[in-house]
């Protein structure tokens, strides 16, 4: 509870600096600039392959494997929680991008021909990735025996929650914040996650001992 109160708090300091704070988004600037002139060697479509078919790739790796293994174990209540990871995170974006109101990087910046008109606080690139992939390292974690399939699994899941945020940045749509605040939110949202599934399973175990005794 310490853990998710002290992320939360964190989450709402950085969002008020971001709102009220004009050098933070200077620095934002810079570090894009930064960013962008140290990887300029490196060919433009490595940064945009979120944005092409491995994004959704990506997303339907960890949902339809965990999916197939939840069924197999009939762990209906994982299921359940981690089947609605993605609507949550798109529901969490679709009020906080309207509450705060921050601008995306300047047009100059954007090195791409895809330019969002969305809002760009908090990154949902980074939000989603960070929940599903933070959230199948715990499921590895807690399933899988097997030491070198979680290692890679690990090892996978790490490069990629780093590597799409930082091709937010890269192709200069998002600032470095609104990535940053994307992986608070997330990892406030996983340790809120973990709980919850058991508490959930719970109150599913006692309803249907309760109906099975209203049937007997």
Not at 8 to 16: D, G, H
Not at 42 to 59: E, G, N, S
Not at 171 to 186: F, K, R, S
Not at 190 to 195: A, E
């Amino acid at each position: 509870m310490k853990k998710i109160f002290a992320l939360l708090i964190l989450f709402i300091l950085l969002t008020i600096f971001i709102s009220s704070c004009p050098i933070i988004t200077q620095w934002d600037r810079s570090f894009i600039i930064l960013i962008q002139q140290k990887l300029s060697f490196l060919p433009l479509w490595i940064p945009m392959l979120p944005d092409c078919i491995l994004y959704t790739a990506m997303i339907i790796l960890p949902l339809v494997g965990f999916a197939i293994f939840f069924v197999k174990k009939r762990l209906w209540t994982d299921l359940i929680c981690f089947l609605s990871v993605p609507l949550i995170t798109f529901l969490l974006n679709c009020i906080i991008k309207p509450l705060v109101k921050r601008n995306r990087p300047p047009v100059d910046l954007q090195i791409t021909s895809i330019h969002p008109d969305s809002f760009s606080y908090v990154s949902s690139h980074s939000l989603v990735t960070i929940c599903l992939w933070g959230i199948f390292i715990w499921y590895l974690n807690k399933y899988c025996k097997n030491k070198i399939f979680r290692i890679l699994g690990y090892f996978i899941a790490i490069i990629w929650i780093i590597f799409v945020g930082l091709s937010r940045i890269w192709i200069g749509v998002h600032n470095p914040t609104d990535v940053i605040g994307a992986y608070l939110l997330g990892i406030l949202l996983i340790y809120v996650y973990i709980p919850l599934t058991k508490i959930i399973e719970k109150l599913l175990v006692e309803f249907i001992l309760k109906i099975t005794k209203s049937l007997t």
